[in-house]
């Protein structure tokens, strides 16, 4: 019998201090609470450079909003081998494909598993379904209730024609944790009406996927709400799909990568008046002996000479705070050294172009940083999971892109930290300015292969839409494992291309370039933009993820990136 144990809560962030001091200031001590049982604590760092007294002035979080501080929520997870109709608790959740519920002459069910449950409540389960129309397409549900006997609610889950099953099973855990939560329930089962096909690799991704959407289903980000109520669900078994030591072992990875995965949504989800860059900074290392951490403040950033990722960050209030995280086993040879890179605007004004009109979403402008919230998810799982034979490097250059009078204007020329300057035709293609210095700075840690998550360009969401991230690179070999990757995790990427010929709509009269071309092919040449920023010897991908990033359905941040990313590192790994 496998079992884990899995506790969620809210990430505790503070009112923010506005202030130029070295990182050894930056960093003090920050508790998380437990994230799937794991407590996240910032320790004081040594800088590499002498304290300096901070001239900063501390202040109260703009509209005096503080995070509520929310009791962790605990889930145990156990895979059990027994017989479904044996089970007692709150619900029983079987999945269902349309095959599934097939019928016979009679009304009654050809699948084995629903014929033995059926029996078992008098019939009432294929007659309610006939009543219901239910057809076990995906989407459907029908949940009944029988008191008095060991279920107290039965449900079907439809779960469609299974042309991807990650999608698929994760949809049933989610589907899951909504009925869990609308009965207030604090034990459930999942169980397939059609396991005994599936082989014993796909049974671990299968068991993995369940317990991943059930997990996220139940978690509600309500840090900013006057009042919540907190699932009930305590204890998931998972029937059907095998026991022992490698599920249990799956099922832990799970937890560490949804662990990632929420905090990245808490990340995108915080309000801007509270996830300003100085907050982003404290967000540093999981455990001292696992990710070491370094913070550069203004005055290092110029001179390392990043004079286009300051220039963003100039008219801000809140000034810049580039992000330096690194991964290195504890122990055996190195084999491999990657870098993920991630957009960091905590806010996006547009700047002197403010964004204006309908459809310009300046109120989401909290998200511009979710792709720093992929690698600081993907860097809080990693930690967790401790891959061998990788060195990894987290990358954010943070920062707001705001209005002032000491603020970037159109038709500056900004030099970057690789010497190549840059005429700033539009204020808000701000991101990619940001991402360059970024990635030299990447490139100058020695990585072989660079991969960088931003929400990028609106180009990429018209040509794509909402759910399907857009990926450049001019390495084919890059691009077959990151989308391998994301076919086990479930997110969806679409190799765009790397149209070279584009590039003249981005040459400047009086710089080396123009940070923006014309609107015809836009998400484009933002990646070619990127790519004079990248040395040559080194693998690079870009990975524009504007659309995903957010659900308005749900008006809440997804965590896209984050189980890709993972996955891609492990590949990378010994």
Known sequence: MAAIRVAFNSLNLLASTSSSCS????????????????????????????????????????????????????????????????????????????????????????????????????????????????????????????????SKRVGLIGLGSTSSPTLTYRSLGEAVAAVAKSARASNVAIALASSEGISAESKLSTASAIATGTVLGTFDDTRFKSESKQSALKSVDIIGLGSGPQIEKKLKYTADVCSGIIFGKQLVNAPANVLTPAEASRIASEHSDV????????????????????????????????????????????????????????????GYNIKTGAGCSIELMKFDMGGSAAVLGAAKALGQIKPSGVEVHFIVAACENMISGTGMRPGDVVTASNGKTIEVNNTDAEGRLTLADALVYACNQGVEKIVDLATLTGACVVALGPSIAGVFTPSDDLAKEVIGASEISGEKLWRMPMEDSYWDSMKSGVADMVNTGGRQGGAITAALFLKQFVDEKVQWMHIDMAGPVWNDKKKNATGFGISTLVEWVLKNSS
Request: proline share 3%; net charge positive.
């Open 291 to 350: 990710l070491s951490a370094k913070i550069l403040d203004v005055e290092q950033c110029k001179e390392l000479k990043m004079g286009s990722y300051l220039a963003v960050a100039e008219a801000s209030a809140n000034p810049a705070h580039f992000i330096h995280l690194c991964y290195k086993p504890s122990n055996g040879e190195i084999k491999k050294k990657i870098a993920l890179v991630g957009k960091g605007l905590t806010f996006d004004s547009g």
């Open 23 to 150: 990182c050894h200031s930056v960093f003090t001590k920050l508790r998380f609470r437990p994230i799937w049982g794991v407590f996240l604590t910032i320790a004081p760092l040594s800088s590499r450079t002498p304290n300096r007294m901070a001239h900063s002035i501390a202040r109260a979080t703009l509209g005096l909003t503080q995070a509520n501080k929310i009791d962790a929520q605990k889930i145990s997870f156990t895979a059990k081998e027994i017989d479904l109709v044996q089970w007692k608790g709150d619900i029983l959740a079987v999945g269902v494909t349309e095959k599934d519920m097939a019928k016979d002459e009679n009304s009654k069910f050809k699948n084995s598993i629903l014929q033995k449950l059926d029996l078992q409540l008098g019939g009432l389960l294929s007659e309610a379904s006939s009543e219901e129309d239910f057809t076990g397409k995906s989407g459907q549900s029908t949940v009944l209730r029988f008191p008095g006997i060991g």
